[in-house]
């Protein structure tokens, strides 16, 4: 079946186009204008809550901006659209200016890289150029980035409670359809090692990953070899790679016995098991046992991956059990848990508790005229957090005498941002500070097309790689309080004075004429 | 980008291929194997929780399964995949035997319909045929299945709130990547009428709908022109069309006033205005108000499209309090409601409050040889809701005296089922009854091969509404009690003798043989 009509050029909203199109009527459609991309909260799943997200999905969109095109098919589907009473929709001087730019290229973006912390209000995006353009990639800019930036996130979170153990990405089968790439993609880029998926972990570059289901020790025993045939048989094909499922049967009556069995038969003809896979019951307290079991049988430095259900919750839960329970067990904890896998799915694709991220795309400057001047854009609201921080911005993240990020600032485009600098709440009035004993001030949004590049799998996996460099630096340049999995302290998100006046004066300017 | 390896025959877990190989060494490959898909509970939204799903994704999943092949593409890949210490990970042999099938076509494969109604761990799609294909589809299976049931569902406690009302469909912004376009269709399937998907509702049939947003009133504020400029300039463009978002500055005072004012310009110049849309607020209050600003300046017919976060539960507690506010601005409820139009976004393309089904394929029988008898397979748990139920079977679903459908039925392939008869809860074994006064029998699997047919607009669109027919009639034969948007009564799925005796059996001999 071919998506590509949906997938391309008209993978937005139909309100872009109608838009798009009086703006076009107008003669406002070239209008240089400025919108910027931001979320206002972050991820709160229920029980626990975000403090910071990790920014991604710029290789893919980055890519699909610079590609697709409003070709002969999108057009076609446009001039057939017809009213309920059999007017055309789109006037076939506006498919006409379509087909003449063909696409996004006019566009100029500038981002948070990949892979970067990002917070709550600030923008992460920015996109300026004809107005029209810049409408109508509102849609798949959002989808695109809102997505892939909800599952870093969440990844990320998994990475922390996991503190160095492996994670891997197992979440196809209950992933939103084809999203599931983006979400595999995603979780590689925030806190994953390594993904189950094959063509996706194939076309970006890392080895797909993954042992046996329960379907292989089914079958066996449909046929009367029952659990050790099937262990005995994948021994067989794999020697160098035996990790086994354990809990088809019965996990420590059953299962670790016949596994530790055919590792004593793997190590005899000269391999060395990888480990067991628990995939059901309670995983930390099966944990301390079958490590207390491999042990005894010889095989110390067999992994034991866990699986089932798993998010950041409750693997830090079965940390904090393990550690309890080992010694009991006469097992020193650190020695379990160094031996822990984390084979995460469903809660960690599908972003479990908080499935999408409120990012917004708002009109914040526009030409006066072509090559006018620039006039800051307004949107008033009753609610504070909703009326939209006017004016061409830059960003800049402040950080202290610690070397720790303290607050991200909202500068006006022209302005210097150093210390001391009086700042205000980003959205409500009244709340100002002054910033001092500043030991860098960064400036965190840069051209977006270092990830339009290379998109083969080597440059597929270098965006990978490269990300994950800038997360690993910015999470260790937060705040232990922001990092915090449950409740986390709310950083600081700031607008300079020059921003701060603009928007006062502009709010007071909408509502005196209403 | 070329996003097609990900997304053709690689669109699966790496386990599924190692595990295919397996059966391929040990001359098990082309055994003939029965798997079943079923979800073992439904979405529970946290406030709220579903008591019935809608089948969905039939047709899309169909068409892959059809079309995707293990072509050069994904061979190379497969064999350039090397273990850590440099081996193949696939054999030639098997990659040989991939190239040869080609695809999945030995496969055959029974649903329960699109749009029917699915209840949890009743089939709702079999697959049968050669065992290394059945494992491989398992992944895609899952995730094309479960994400459309989820989101169809989703779809349908929406539809069945609005009470009659139309639901757009408006999520792509925040759904997830390119599943965006799975949950647009989806949405069409379960509940939606339109969506605002500009590809894909031209893709599948159905014309996209949308208005327009804040950027274009922010953009002639900027400009010096005001609201009332962008509602002039829109109703210019689509005087046929005009569908006004009120809220930019403040809905009452500002915005309908200057709605009305225009509405008033387009009846002049001989057009009827379409209504406005509200985004923010108290979208009940505000509706209220409205629509009697609206029928005092002569509007009576101009919608109100709501949106702003909606799901089944805000459009519920909306149309409630419309009911009890109406009156006291002398405005017959009904009325107000009837003229309510849902803009539905987020929340149903992403299911919020529970955003994956927990759809599962399991072996429940393998032929002992090539062409031999069917064998059942078990998997056996200590959580009894977990222990496979064996066999191959078919699925009836039983209606009462008053035409409700008061069972679904798990029976052997071979049964005959007919009242009076005996079933079992299907996971809790001493739960018995006898089921009488059947007014009907019916069996709800059916081949699969419609579904793959057709995929122009035409194809897609009668898909659509063939299914959004079965829904209709499957949800007006459930019981009140168990399409309740909150605490659903639980419907019964049963097992006959025959099913409930061979899982005793099954499970009896796994422990004997421990």
Chains 1, 2 share one sequence.
Not at 179 to 188: C, I, K, M, P, V
Not at 263 to 268: G, L, N, P, Q, T
Not at 471 to 495: C, E, F, K, T
Request: charged share 25%.
């Amino acid at each position: 079946m071919d998506r590509s009509l949906a997938e391309g050029a008209l993978f937005t909203d139909q309100y872009q186009l109608t838009m798009a199109q009086l703006y076009w009527k107008d003669g406002l459609h070239e209008r240089p204008a400025r919108f910027e991309h931001f979320f206002r909260r972050y991820p709160d799943y229920g029980r626990h809550q975000a403090g910071y997200c990790i920014a991604a999905g710029h290789a893919w969109f980055g890519e699909w901006a610079r590609t697709v095109r409003f070709g002969p098919a999108e057009l076609e589907a446009l001039r057939q659209h017809r009213t309920d009473d059999g007017h055309r929709v789109f006037d076939e001087g506006f498919l006409g200016w379509l087909d003449e730019v063909g696409g996004f290229d006019a566009l100029s973006i500038e981002a948070v890289p990949e892979g970067r912390v990002v917070h709550a209000n600030v923008p992460m995006t920015i996109v300026e150029g004809p107005l029209a353009l810049a409408q109508i990639i509102e849609t798949p800019l959002l989808n695109q980035l809102n997505f892939q930036t909800l599952i870093a996130t969440k990844a990320s979170r998994v990475r922390q409670a996991a503190r160095g153990g492996s994670v891997l990405e197992f979440g196809m089968r209950r992933a939103p359809d084809q999203g599931a790439n983006a979400a595999s993609r995603a979780a590689l880029v925030g806190g994953a090692d390594f993904s189950s998926a094959v063509g996706l972990s194939h076309m970006v570059g890392f080895p797909p990953k993954g042992t046996h289901a329960h379907a292989l020790v089914q079958v066996h025993m449909a046929l009367g070899a029952g659990e050790i045939g099937a262990f005995r048989s994948y021994a067989d094909a794999y020697p160098d790679d035996v990790l086994l499922l354990v809990d088809t049967i019965d996990t420590l009556q059953v299962g670790m016995p016949n596994a530790i069995t055919v590792f004593e038969e793997v190590r005899a003809a000269g391999h060395e098991p990888v480990g067991i896979r628990l995939d059901s019951g309670d995983l930390a307290h099966l944990s301390v046992v079958a490590s207390s079991m491999l042990d005894e049988a010889g095989f110390p430095d067999a992994s034991i991956v866990l699986s089932s259900g798993l998010d950041e919750l409750a693997i830090w839960q079965i940390r904090n059990q393990v550690r309890d329970e080992a010694p009991s067990y006469g097992l020193d904890p650190d020695t379990v848990t160094r031996r822990l896998v984390y084979g995460v799915g469903t809660k960690m694709s599908t972003s479990d508790g908080d499935p999408n991220l409120d990012g917004v795309y708002k009109l914040v400057a526009i030409q006066s005229e072509e090559a006018g001047d620039w006039r800051p854009a307004i949107k008033v609201s009753d609610t504070p957090a909703k009326v939209v921080n006017p004016g061409r911005k830059q960003v800049a993240r402040v950080y202290g005498e610690r070397g720790k990020a303290v607050a991200d600032v909202m500068a006006h485009v022209d302005e210097d941002v150093a210390a001391p600098m009086h700042v205000h709440h980003h959205a409500t009035p009244g709340v100002a500070r002054t910033i001092t004993r500043v030991s860098e001030v960064e400036h965190l949004l840069e051209p977006f097309t270092a990830a339009v590049q290379a998109t083969d799998p080597d440059g597929q996996r270098e965006a990978i790689e490269a990300a994950r460099i800038r997360r690993d630096a910015d999470i260790a340049r937060l705040d232990p309080g922001v990092l915090r999995l449950v409740n986390p302290h709310v950083y600081h998100v700031s607008l300079t004075d020059r921003i701060f006046e603009m928007k006062q004066r502009l709010v007071a300017e909408a509502r005196a004429n209403r």
